[in-house]
């Protein structure tokens, strides 16, 4: 079973500012991998698979990089509406398909 | 868009069953997988299997096999998800959530809202 990775934990971030979420797996997944933005009590959103495809009508601020083993979600400028839970998800190997614990974006 | 209804929340006691439907908002034709997972509280998610609209083919995360069991009655564009043996540590929101349309992308682009399931003596 692939183990995801994310780093931090914790990112604090004021609006505005640039966000870099890591998301490491613990071998090569090529480019199979997804982010996932959830709020408090809600389900996940899609935002980006393929490692860099954006998901439909989501903006421009949302990018995601890399390939292997290490990955990156960018947030050009944090909105209000951007501070959640980020989640990134494998499915090059499966079964399973594996998320990492999650990096929680809160304001600074 | 179209959205997935999940049905609604369940207390069950250890060593019962939980059965959990999703059904599309609108009818489609189109075929899909559909597959379940869950967050406990506070933890990341844990996918459980996946399943075929098209044609009921099943693939099951080892860990779940033998416990669970998803089937999909086309009649009414319904899938199911049924949980057997319960124990507390199942205590978790379940979630179905629709593979992307693109070919070799497994991603999740429409989750249903998330069912409540807990498990308690």
């Known amino acids: 079973e692939i183990v995801m990775t994310q780093s931090p934990a914790t990112l604090s971030v004021?609006?505005?500012?640039?966000a870099t979420l890591s998301c490491r797996a613990?071998?090569?997944?090529?480019?199979?991998?997804a982010w996932y933005q959830q709020k408090p009590g809600q389900a996940p959103?899609?935002?980006i698979y393929g490692a860099s495809?954006?998901?439909?009508?989501?903006?421009?601020?949302f990018s995601g990089s890399g390939s292997g083993t290490e990955f990156t979600l960018t947030i050009s400028s944090l909105q209000s509406e951007d501070f959640a839970v980020y989640h990134c998800q494998q499915y090059y190997n499966w079964p399973p398909w594996t998320f990492g614990q999650g990096t929680k974006v809160e304001i600074k | 868009q179209v959205q997935l209804v999940q049905s609604g929340a369940e207390v069950k006691k250890p060593g019962a069953s939980v059965k959990v439907s999703?059904?599309?908002s609108v009818y489609t034709s189109i075929s899909y997988g559909i597959n379940w997972l869950r967050q406990a509280p506070g933890q990341g998610f844990e996918w459980m299997g996946w399943i075929s609209t098209h044609n009921g083919d099943t693939n099951y995360a080892q860990k779940f096999?033998?416990?669970v069991t998803m089937t999909t009655d086309t009649s009414t564009n319904t899938v199911y998800m049924e949980l057997r043996s319960l124990r507390t540590d199942d205590t978790a929101v379940y979630y179905c959530a629709k593979d992307v349309p693109d070919p070799g992308h497994d991603a999740?682009?429409?989750?249903?809202?998330g069912t409540m399931v807990i498990v308690s003596s």
């Open chain 1, 53 to 61: 495809t954006r998901a439909t009508g989501i903006p421009a601020r």
């Open chain 2, 22 to 24: 999703c059904k599309p």
């Open chain 1, 45 to 47: 959103r899609l935002l």
């Open chain 2, 65 to 67: 096999q033998g416990r």
């Open chain 1, 14 to 18: 004021s609006p505005g500012e640039r």
């Open chain 1, 26 to 33: 613990s071998q090569s997944v090529s480019s199979n991998l």
């Open chain 2, 108 to 113: 999740f682009d429409i989750w249903g809202q």
